[in-house]
C-alpha cells in the first residue's frame, strides 16, 4: 500500500532522479573538474567554476582598446568514434581546436572557452575525461575554461550517446585585425600541416570504415602501429601560439584561412577580395597516409577530398613577398613548420584553382 500525506498525496511520488536526471551525479562531476579548470588560468581569469557566469578583465590581460571576437562549433561525428571506442580524452581538444582556430584567423587572441555536453545519461567518468580533454585544449590554446554546461536529458540521446559544443571568446586591439586590405596577385600563400582529419568530414569517413569491414580496434592500415579508433581521433592541431607569435613578429600576414568542413574551394574565398583569387599547388602537399587510404577505399574522387579534407593543410596563410622569410621563420621557430603552397592570382572564373596533383 502506498503511504500517503495527510492531503492525500503520495510521499513515494516521482522524482527528477526515476525521470532519469541526477543531480547528485552533476554536483560530483563539477568537483572532479575543478582541478583540470584551474589548470587553464591565465591573465584575465582566474579559471573558477561554480557561479551563474564566467567572468574575464579585459585590462587584466593588457589590452587597451580591443574588439572581440566570438566562435562556437562542435566535432561533427567525430564524437561517435569516441563514443564507439570508449576514448574520451581527446575530443574535447578537438572541440577548442575548432572554435579557437576560428578565432585567430580574424588575427585574434582567443581568451576563453565555455563548453556545452549534452548525455542521455551522465557518467561522471566519462565527462571528466572529456572535460580533461578540453582543459588540456585550452592549455594549447592559452584561453582560461571558465564555464560551461552539463545536460542529462533522457529520451533524446540513446544509451551512451552524448554530443559536444564549444563557444570562445578573443580579442585584438583597433586595427589589427585580420583579413587585411591589400591583398593582392603576387602575395604568397603558406600551409600549416595537419595532424590528420582533423574535426570535419566524418560522416563519410565513418561510411568508409564501415565498408572497409574494418573495426576500430583493428590496426590502422595506414599507421599500423595505432588501432584504426585512436588513429582516427588524433586530436586536430591548434594553430594558435604559433600565429600568435608570427603575427607579433612581422606585419606581413594579410590573411589566414581555417580549412575545415567545405576543405580548399570553400573556405579559402572567404579571406579574398574581390578581383582575386589564389593558386594551389598540390605537389607541395604531403597529406598523412590517412587521406590515401580514405581516397583509395571509399574511392573518393581528389576534387571531393578537396572539398571534404584538409588534405594535409589546416591552415593557409597569405603573406606579403618581402615578409615571407620573417614569417616563415617566425612560424617554424614556433613549430609550425609552414610550406610554400601557392600565390594569390588575379579573379578567374573560379577564386580558387590548383596546379599539380594530391600525392594520394
Known sequence: MTAESKNGESRNGMTYADAGVDIDAGNAMVET????????????????IGGFGGLFDLKAAGFS?????????????????AIETGR????????????????IVQGAEPLFFLD????????????????????????????????????????????????????????AERGKLLPRPGIAPGDVVLGLPSSGVHSNGFSLVRRIV??????????????PSRSLGDALLEPTRIY???LLAALKATDGIKALAHITGGGFPDNLPRVLPDGVGI??????????PVFGWISKVGGVAESEMLRTFNCGIGMVAVVSPESVSAVTRALDTAGASPIRLGLITERGPDPVTFQGKLAL
Open 116 to 171: 556545452y555536453y549534452a548525455t542521455g545519461k551522465l557518467v561522471p567518468g566519462v565527462g571528466t575525461d572529456i572535460v580533461r580533454g578540453i582543459a588540456a585544449g585550452c592549455r594549447i590554446a592559452g584561453c582560461a575554461l571558465i564555464g560551461g554546461e552539463t545536460a542529462e536529458m533522457p529520451g533524446l540521446y540513446d544509451g551512451s550517446d552524448y554530443d559536444l559544443a564549444g563557444f570562445s571568446v578573443g580579442a
Open 65 to 81: 582598446d580591443p574588439i572581440l571576437v566570438a566562435a562556437n562549433d562542435g566535432v561533427g561525428t567525430k564524437v561517435k568514434i
Open 240 to 242: 594558435v601560439k604559433p
Open 279 to 288: 593558386s594551389i599547388d598540390l605537389d607541395a602537399i604531403i597529406p598523412p
Open 210 to 223: 564501415e565498408a572497409s569491414g574494418l573495426s576500430y580496434d583493428d590496426p590502422a592500415p595506414f599507421e
Open 88 to 103: 574520451h580524452d581527446t575530443i574535447g581538444v578537438d572541440l577548442v581546436a575548432m572554435c579557437v582556430n576560428d578565432i
Open 33 to 48: 573538474i575543478k582541478p583540470l579548470v584551474r589548470s587553464t588560468r591565465r591573465p584575465g581569469a582566474d579559471a573558477e
